[in-house]
């Protein structure tokens, strides 16, 4: 293993999903193109959490976009991560903020941005965006591909 990755506690080994965001350890290791801009995206799919209030599950198709500075995101610490917000209670708001700001402290970014398009519940789909910024000029960012919730129509 290179020195670059002898501080990650996670991947190469069994790793118990944390119980909570507050728990789960996210790890970066260094950008193997820093200087270059290029995008970097994660889809998650089949993101779930709680409703605060009901404790009713709620599902997310979530996109995470971002141009790697120093440093990338270990994705399987990302995907432990995500999967600790099963059982957190949050609106969507709040969750997809939370993912978003995290990421943003832990791998100071040139740019990302978050697309959490949520299922709906009681009728309406709700949808949260958000982004660091104006993203660098001369990166292709593709559309995140999730189409608009159109029910059975």
Known sequence: ???SYTGLTQLGQPTAQPARPEDAVLERVPNPQAGI??????????????????GQPDFAHI?????PGMWIVESKSLK??????RNHGAFHEACTMQIA??????LDPAWLRIGAYWYPR??????????????????WIPD??????RGRG
């Open 122 to 139: 009681g009728g309406i789909p709700i949808d949260v965006f958000w982004q660091t910024g104006a993203p660098p000029a001369g990166v």
């Open 37 to 54: 801009e290029y995008l970097v995206r994660f889809t998650c799919p089949e993101f779930t959490s709680l409703c605060p209030l009901t």
């Open 63 to 67: 996109v995470i976009d971002y141009i």
């Open 101 to 106: 700001q995290r990421l943003v402290e832990l």
């Open 80 to 85: 432990l991560y995500l999967a600790s917000f």
């Open 144 to 149: 995140q591909g999730v189409a608009p919730y």
């Open 1 to 3: 293993m290179t020195e």
